[in-house]
């Protein structure tokens, strides 16, 4: 089913954010917001938050006990051999391997998680809803479903007061966000 | 908070957003001009001539090095520790300044993360040839083997370092990759070749700038850069370990990490500014790398020199201190004075003292001061290196293993081949690759222009 979406497109940060400060206060239904560089208080407003820093908190805990697993049974379990009179599992010199192998691991899990979570990778085509948005424009995209028209026409001629340059009707097939 | 009066806008000239994003592809677009091609030429023929070395290196092996019974690490360590420096640039960069949250990091971080990637593959190749047989260098990865399984040494400093500069290079180039992300997309969007539409399209993966993906991305940069801040510190730490375990007179000393550690942000430091001073030259970006971004770098630079100078000075004083004959003798009959002693000066002079130029603001805003000193840098961080891996090696304990240590052509030649993919690397990527970081451009845009006040 297609789905269609009212957009707002600025120029200018202010005028977008105040925009955005008031489309919030009457609860429109903000589908997303596109924007050329990461701007803080869009993510308080839309109630984004990323709990990307508590999963890498946890791959952390999974290297770490890996690691030292896996020096372990090598070591002392596996094949077994005397470094320079040093008992099997010398736990000091294993530190600097799990240290950088930690380091290793939450990059790369966390790369994953990241790409897995935001939907980007190769040949991923996500939907732009305008191509200025990664250039010189902030755009605000609003659902305007068919039982809502009316408050996505309120949306469009709320934007447009507070500035917008441009305020589109867009209709998509499918959405790959 | 940042200070406008004191410290002048981030982006001088008042840039509205689309015209950051043209002055950073607008490179990209036109002609590079002859400069460009005469520097490719030059840097593929190096690169040509390395790789030919590298061929008789593994035809023959190593004997065709200067390396000796007694200097068994000649210029291929040198190199290699003094690319793993320069390889800390980046990281440096844009982590530890990323996590000080120190914003005119944003107009170079990305050229210095280039500049690690390159340097810290063109200093992978030495340890990898070293082995002899390079055919053989896997056996380094700790997999189960039909050899007993027989594993590799966990407690060996060798084997930490392959494990740091494994990891070091795949997070380094992760976290280029990441940072250039937006602006792929910004080139996929903005450009109306169709090739490019579609390269470009595939390397952006997709990114539109929503704001879902913006909060996993800032909140993964902030991870990732906290904990790759412990490994730029750890890799060099462990290449001086590699030195220090072993009971050379001049190595064994536990000086020796953080004196790497200091020494490799230096040499990287250095690079990023004669680099800086080029590329602000060449494609006029001086709105956005401006005077006072040289003026930072040029200040961080003599505060290192400060602690290189301090580091030397430490070295020959513990080597006295102690009494130890063989210490003693290899400051202050084979470093200071002796055989090597014009390259122990050669490093003094070059990282302890002529850095000390920048004390003069003239000094630090001249583009021709600045190459001359970050020249000098990297020369004395080459200098220093080779003091310490061969006048250590030349003379150590029995007199009858004294040798002479002179490299071979084909030791030069691989340096140069270095040098040369190196320069090969930087030059695509100011062709093919934004140079700078468009999308953290357009977050300081606003700082300290006129427009906040």
Known sequence: MARSFKIGIFDEEEKFLSSLRSLNEQEFMIYDVFTPYPIHEVFHLLKRRSRLPTAAYFFGLFAIVATLAFLYYTSVIDWPIVYGGKPFNSFPSFIVVTIILTILTVTILSLALFSARSKLFPGRDNTIFDRRATNDKFVIVIDADDRDMTKAGKAGSLMKDQGAIEVLDKEFESINE | ?453
């Open chain 2, 1 to 453: 908070m940042y200070n406008r009066k004191i410290r002048g806008p981030l982006i001088e000239g008042n840039k509205t957003l689309g015209q950051i994003t043209e002055d950073v592809i607008n490179p990209m677009d036109v002609s590079p001009g002859m400069w460009w091609f005469l520097a490719f030429g030059l840097a593929s023929a190096a690169a040509v001539f390395g790789a030919y070395c590298i061929y008789i290196t593994v035809y023959k092996g190593i004997g065709t090095w200067g390396v000796n019974n007694s200097v068994a690490w000649g210029w291929a360590i040198v190199n290699f520790v003094w690319w793993i420096g320069i390889g800390h640039a980046g990281t440096a960069f844009s982590i530890f300044l990323l996590i000080l949250r120190q914003r005119w990091r944003t107009s170079i971080n990305r050229a210095a993360e280039a500049m690690t990637v390159f340097a810290v593959i063109s200093a992978a190749l030495f340890p990898a040839l070293h082995m002899g047989r390079i055919w053989l260098a896997f056996y380094i990865f700790p997999y189960p083997n039909t050899r007993g399984p027989l594993w590799v040494n966990f407690n060996s400093p060798l084997f930490w370092d392959f494990t740091a500069i494994t990891a070091y290079l795949l997070i380094s180039v992760s976290f280029w990759y990441l940072g250039m992300l937006p602006d792929l997309a910004t080139i996929r969007d903005k450009t109306i070749s169709k090739i490019r539409k579609t390269l470009y399209g595939f390397f952006s993966l997709g990114w539109t700038g929503s704001s879902r993906h913006w909060i996993r991305y800032e909140s993964l940069s902030f991870v990732l850069g906290g904990i790759a801040a412990v490994l730029v510190v750890s890799v060099h730490s462990i290449v001086a370990t590699d030195f220090a375990v072993g009971i050379e007179p001049g190595w064994h000393s536990t000086i020796f990490p953080p004196f790497f550690v200091v020494g490799a942000i230096f040499s990287g430091f250095a690079m990023v500014m004669t680099l800086m001073v080029i590329i602000r030259k060449v494609y006029k970006l001086t709105d956005y790398i401006t005077d006072n971004h040289m003026d930072a770098i040029a200040r961080i630079l003599i505060f290192i020199s400060l602690i290189m100078g301090t580091a030397y000075l430490t070295e020959v004083f513990v080597a006295w201190y102690s009494g130890n004959e063989y210490e003693m003798f290899t400051f202050f009959r084979n470093r200071i004075t002796g055989d090597y002693k014009i390259q122990f000066w050669g490093m003094v002079v070059c990282n302890a003292l002529i850095p000390q130029l920048f004390w003069f603001k003239k000094m630090r805003r001249n583009w021709m001061g600045l190459l001359f000193v970050s020249l000098s840098i990297n020369v004395g961080m080459w200098l220093e290196r080779f003091n310490i891996v061969i006048t250590s090696l030349t003379k150590d304990f029995l007199p009858s293993n004294w040798v002479s240590y002179t490299p071979t052509v084909i030791d030069i030649g691989v340096f140069a081949g270095t040098v040369g993919l190196f320069g090969v690397g930087v030059l695509l990527f100011m062709r093919y690759i934004p140079m700078m970081a468009i999308s953290e451009l357009k977050g300081v845009a606003h700082i300290g222009s006129k427009i906040e006040d």
